[in-house]
């Protein structure tokens, strides 16, 4: 429809150049959100409400299957966090209590991860991060400083310190690897293996290795390494090779679905774990744990001691301000849920896992994740060879996308090159939010084949006409026009 070309610039005088109260009758409804900062002020409704629009493009957070990071918190908990929003956790003098949560949060995962004891207490020493990747950035950091303590004192080289790990590392990995110039030993993944093999992994170390990175549910497939498969072996062959797991996801699973599987400080090399609080640790974005087997493996050199801020402290975090309302959030999940809770939940989420798992094998696609417990809850699977189609993982993705569902496609790790898809079971995807992506999947593929069957007879009429080149165009209209199903629903013109 054309405007009006008045309504394009107000005339001066009219109504539209004064400001309107209503927030879409006012000048800003008809600017570009700005790029500067502006003159003037705004008032806070409208700034509010132009935000909260602009915003209304991004994706629905529950709708996002892609991501592992929490998206619902009980109105108490989301309460907490705003309440403790304006604290800064490093003001330890000033907000002694914040402090202590945190501490008592990271008590409850020494426990959580078996540390080992002294006069019944744990050893493990912890603190709270910004998410997992600063966890494994302080984790790599000690590893490496305790390896160049260790050769200085025996007056060896330190100019090539390696680090091992599967070639499935999140990126994190090589973050920390290129960061701090440590050579990356990797495992590579296979056609078959999408993890470590722990022989492999055991084969590369040298003098110069600083650790081992396990990961405890793999960002691609939820899958958990074999750490104590690393363990026993490095064991066996008399190495004290430290082993860090990333649990960033694991770690707030394992312990209750499967707590038998021993992955953690139970395993001697074991010497520091990372877990992500925002994900399984059902807190929203912004938190992480970093823990040590005991005060030995976190180097002195890495610990500053602060007193500017009214009393001494101890600080072994990469960034120095944060909010408290993150550890606050977490201590309240640990205290709602405990054991019970969590373990309700996550076994919950390993049964919707399991279920959606099986009904996309049913479909014909491959399942590239471990169900039953043995995996995070995560199904991740591709195209399989019984469904005969052209299109990829990709295209299906996009397609369920204009459902609202997020669904990643993506390449499985570098050297291992076929795409698939990853469904991250979270705690608020239900049997009937599974049933709901299961029928929205189906349509998609029907959808997709359709028009590939549409698109293969357009073709085969295009090859098969002898005026091919002089009446192209007539051709592939003819066929749209004959190709066109009868029912509506299934013509994708
Ligand atoms: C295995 C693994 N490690 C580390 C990370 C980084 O975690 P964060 O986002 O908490 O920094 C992720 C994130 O998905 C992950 O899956």
């Known amino acids: 429809m054309a405007f009006p070309s008045q309504l394009s610039k107000p005339p001066a005088g009219s109504t539209a150049t004064r400001d309107?109260?209503?927030?879409?009758?006012?000048?800003?409804?008809?600017e570009h959100m700005p790029w500067e900062l502006p003159e003037d002020e705004m008032p806070k409704e409208v700034a509010y409400r132009m935000i909260k629009d602009d915003l209304a493009l991004d994706g629905t957070p529950m709708l996002n299957l892609a991501s592992f990071v929490t998206t619902y918190m009980e109105d108490e908990a989301e309460k907490l966090i705003v309440e403790s929003m304006n604290k800064n956790i490093i003001d330890h003098e000033e907000y002694p209590k914040s402090?202590?949560?945190?501490?008592?949060?990271?008590?409850i995962l020494a426990d959580l991860f078996n540390s080992p004891k002294e006069n019944e207490k744990p050893t493990a020493i912890g603190t709270a991060c910004i998410g997992s990747s600063e966890a494994i950035m302080l984790a790599v950091l000690a590893m490496k400083r305790r390896w160049k303590n260790q050769r200085q004192a025996q007056g060896k080289d330190t100019s090539q310190p390696n680090i091992i790990m599967s070639t499935g590392v999140q990126v994190c990995w090589e973050k920390a690897a290129r960061y701090f110039e440590i050579d990356e030993q990797l495992v590579p993944?296979?056609?078959t293996r999408y993890v470590i093999d722990p022989a492999q992994a055991v084969d590369l170390v040298d003098e110069n290795t600083i650790g081992i990175c396990a990961i405890f549910g793999t960002t691609y497939t939820g899958q958990y390494e074999d750490v104590k498969g690393i363990n026993d072996m490095l064991v066996e062959r008399r190495l004290d090779t430290p082993i860090h797991v990333d649990a960033a996801s694991g770690g707030f699973v394992a312990p209750f679905v499967i707590?038998?599987?021993?992955?953690?400080?139970?395993?001697?090399?074991?010497?520091?774990?990372?877990?992500?609080?925002?994900?399984?640790?059902?807190?929203?974005?912004?938190?992480?744990w970093a823990l040590w087997r005991s005060a030995e493996y976190l180097p002195e050199e890495l610990i500053f001691k602060i007193d500017y801020l009214g009393a001494d402290q101890v600080n072994f975090t990469l960034n120095f301000s944060k909010p408290?309302?993150?550890?606050?959030?977490?201590?309240?999940?640990?205290?709602?849920?405990?054991?019970?809770?969590?373990?309700?939940?996550?076994?919950?989420?390993?049964?919707?896992?399991?279920?959606?798992?099986?009904?996309?094998?049913?479909?014909?696609?491959?399942i590239m994740s471990d169900g039953c417990g043995t995996g995070l809850p995560v199904v991740a699977f591709r195209l399989g060879p019984d469904q005969s189609v052209f299109f990829d993982e990709f295209e299906l993705a996009h397609k369920i996308r204009e459902r609202g569902w997020i669904v990643p496609a993506y390449t499985m790790a570098a050297d291992c090159k076929m795409s698939m898809c990853r469904v991250v079971v979270r705690e608020d995807f239900t049997q009937s939010r599974a049933d709901s992506l299961l029928h929205d999947i189906k349509h998609a593929l029907v959808t997709l084949v359709q028009r590939e069957t549409i698109n293969i007879q357009r073709y085969q009429l295009l090859l098969s006409s002898s005026q091919i080149k002089s009446s192209q165009k007539l051709c592939v209209e003819t066929s749209c026009v004959e190709l066109i199903d009868p029912e509506p629903e299934k013509n994708i013109f």
Not at 20 to 30: D, E, V
Not at 332 to 342: N, T, V, W
């Open 189 to 191: 993944c296979t056609d």
């Open 259 to 288: 707590p038998e599987l021993e992955w953690d400080f139970r395993l001697s090399n074991v010497v520091s774990i990372n877990a992500s609080g925002h994900k399984y640790g059902l807190v929203y974005p912004g938190i992480g």
């Open 99 to 107: 402090v202590e949560i945190e501490q008592r949060c990271v008590r």
């Open 324 to 366: 408290a309302s993150n550890i606050v959030a977490q201590y309240y999940q640990m205290i709602r849920l405990g054991k019970r809770g969590y373990q309700s939940i996550m076994t919950t989420l390993t049964r919707t896992a399991d279920y959606l798992a099986d009904q996309l094998k049913s479909m014909g696609f491959i």
């Open 20 to 30: 309107c109260s209503h927030i879409y009758g006012s000048r800003f409804a008809s």
